[in-house]
């Protein structure tokens, strides 16, 4: 239940731009989702396919933008059973951190279940 598989990563370079150009958003600061409903697009039926992403801007090294995209990994890999329960349909999913503040494993994951909440109103909002 708590994993992340190859299948779920996202990687296709046609995704990633609709989803910036079409994508949705909700954010939690420092946290930000970008998402899009895929029209059965993956034979494969994965119902979710996540990126994340840290600035470049806000860490200079590598060492650490690496570790945050780690802590964004870990915080949906623990909570992405959340995501699963409201989905009715296959999501493309990016998530962000946008600050320069070094948050703990702690806030970020808190941060991360309060916008997987407002994702789902929204989701509720749409229908």
Not at 38 to 52: T, Y
Not at 96 to 105: A, H, I, P
């Amino acid at each position: 239940m708590f994993t992340y598989p190859k299948e779920e990563k996202l990687k296709s370079h046609t995704t990633i731009s609709e989803l910036f150009t079409t994508g949705k958003s909700v954010s939690k600061y420092p946290l930000r989702m970008v998402y899009i409903p895929l029209e059965n697009k993956q034979e494969d039926n994965i119902p979710l396919s996540i990126g994340v992403s840290v600035s470049k801007k806000h860490f200079k090294k590598a060492v650490d933008r690496n570790y945050f995209k780690r802590l964004l990994r870990e915080s949906y890999r623990l909570n992405k059973h959340l995501l699963l329960e409201i989905i009715d349909q296959p999501y493309a999913i990016m998530l962000f951190y946008q600050t320069k503040d070094r948050l703990s494993f702690a806030e970020v994951n808190e941060k991360m279940i309060k916008m997987f909440e407002k994702f789902k109103d929204q989701l509720q909002q749409k229908q």
